[in-house]
């Protein structure tokens, strides 16, 4: 079982948005032991690398289009994938900063374009 | 660019060990935060384990699975992360990457090299 809670599917027809949530508790995605935001967001399409695409909630490394976007509120983040394109068809990870356990992942959302 | 390149990969026994490599380039190295993230087949992403920078201290964190199992160093000089596996069991079958690593975020990624325990 993984640490932090994502659905495990998801979709949307192109040009349309898609949330994909990630739940945690208040020591990791939550945040309140360190003070600060730690919660990143990964794409992995099959038998792919992951990448990065969001990080500290809601900054987006150079070249990810702003299609992407990132959120939390207490316990849970989110990743908003607006206009939805053929090529976002993969798998999504959360991960978060979790202080003595140095970093936890999420499941795993598979996002499907219609 | 950031390039990260792991070797060793290979099939083992249970009880056995391997050694992980990991060579970096377009960046300082000796800069870096490094991790190690694992994969097995057809599931999610797996934190393993992670090491400062030498003036950072050059402290590793594990993960509970292969804490005191796995060791994690860096050859600054080569510009080369590791990881050692030892008393390897079944479920540490997977896909090994290397990435740099900011606090939270694992930044730059590696293509993977499959590690298979089975006998």
């Known amino acids: 079982q993984s640490a932090l809670t994502q659905p495990p599917s998801a979709s949307g027809s192109p040009g349309q948005s898609v949330t994909i949530s990630c739940t945690g508790i208040s020591r990791d995605v939550g945040g309140y032991d360190y003070g600060s935001d730690y919660v990143s967001w990964y794409q992995q399409h099959p038998g792919k690398a992951p990448k990065l695409i969001i990080y500290a909630v809601y900054k987006r490394p150079s070249g990810v289009p702003d299609r992407f976007s990132g959120s939390k509120s207490g316990n849970t983040a989110s990743l908003t994938v607006s206009g939805l394109q053929p090529e976002d068809e993969a798998d999504y990870y959360c991960?978060?900063?979790?202080?003595?356990?140095?970093?936890?992942f999420g499941g795993g959302t598979k996002l499907t374009v219609l | 660019d950031v390039h990260l390149v792991e070797s060793g990969g290979d099939l083992v026994k249970p009880g056995g060990s391997l050694r992980l490599s990991c060579a970096a380039s377009?960046?300082?190295?000796?800069?870096?935060?490094m991790t190690w993230v694992r994969q097995s087949p057809g599931k999610g992403l797996e934190w393993v384990g992670r090491i400062k920078k030498k003036s950072a201290g050059g402290a590793t964190d594990y993960a509970a699975p292969v804490k005191g199992r796995f060791t994690i160093s860096r050859d600054d000089s080569k510009n080369t992360l590791y990881l050692q596996m030892n008393s390897l069991k079944t479920e540490d079958t997977a896909v090994y990457y290397c990435?740099?690593?900011?606090?939270?975020?694992?930044?730059?990624w590696g293509q993977g090299t499959l590690v298979t325990v089975s006998s």
């Open positions: 377009g960046l300082n190295f000796s800069d870096a935060w």
């Open positions: 990435t740099t690593y900011v606090t939270g975020s694992c930044h730059d």
């Open positions: 991960s978060s900063y979790a202080g003595t356990t140095i970093l936890v």
